[in-house]
């Protein structure tokens, strides 16, 4: 059993007969009433999000999770196929296990969280950020716009992400997974 000061992001729990995934937190101290910690759960078995608040110093059940380096094959539909980096062995996920399957490039290198207790898949955790190649985009037009405009890019991976203007076809975007938001053209 845990408590409410253990509660980080990333952290496993079992609430309402499910195991849930801690997205967000914060710990709220009013000026008057007791604290409190307001907290996203993002369930492993559905996917939904849900919003949830603890009281101060609430016992929690923390889910004991063991990470494992995979790399993704190939998607077949709506499954998802991933190598383990070890030893080789096969595992199929659902997509709704992935949080941005959109990003995901064939054979890159994810964590996937296993329950220690009967070492079933949880769910995926992308790296922070991605290098995609921009297979489609409208040419941006100089001197059209006096702020930090975008217009949509589609990626290799078939994923839509708002780009600066200046973005190109061709080019080499990173992406941060998290926020499926574009951070810097990649030069080669």
Do not use: W
């Not at 059993?1 to 937190?25: H, P, Q, V």
Request: proline fraction near 4%.
């Amino acid at each position: 059993m845990a408590s409410t000061s253990d509660i980080r992001k990333g952290l496993c729990i079992r609430y309402n007969n499910d195991i849930y995934k801690i997205i967000e937190f914060l710990h709220v101290k009013p000026g008057k009433g007791p604290a409190f910690v307001r907290t996203k759960l993002k369930s492993l078995s559905n996917g939904k999000v849900l919003d949830n608040t603890f009281s101060a110093g609430h016992k929690i059940d923390d889910v004991r999770v063991e990470t494992r380096s995979y790399q993704f094959l190939y998607a077949e539909g709506e499954t998802y196929h991933f190598m383990n980096t070890d030893d080789y062995n096969q595992i199929t996920l659902q997509e709704s296990a992935l949080d941005t399957p959109g990003l995901l490039k064939e054979g890159e290198v994810v964590t996937i969280l296993f329950n220690t207790e009967d070492s079933m898949p949880l769910s995926v955790d992308m790296p922070a950020s991605v290098v995609l190649e921009v297979t489609y985009t409208e040419p941006g037009v100089k001197g059209n716009t006096a702020t930090n405009a975008t217009k949509p890019a589609k990626v290799e991976t078939g994923a839509e992400v708002n780009v600066p203007l200046f973005i190109n076809e061709g080019d080499k975007i990173k992406i941060d997974t998290s926020s499926s938001s574009y951070m810097e053209r990649v030069k080669e």
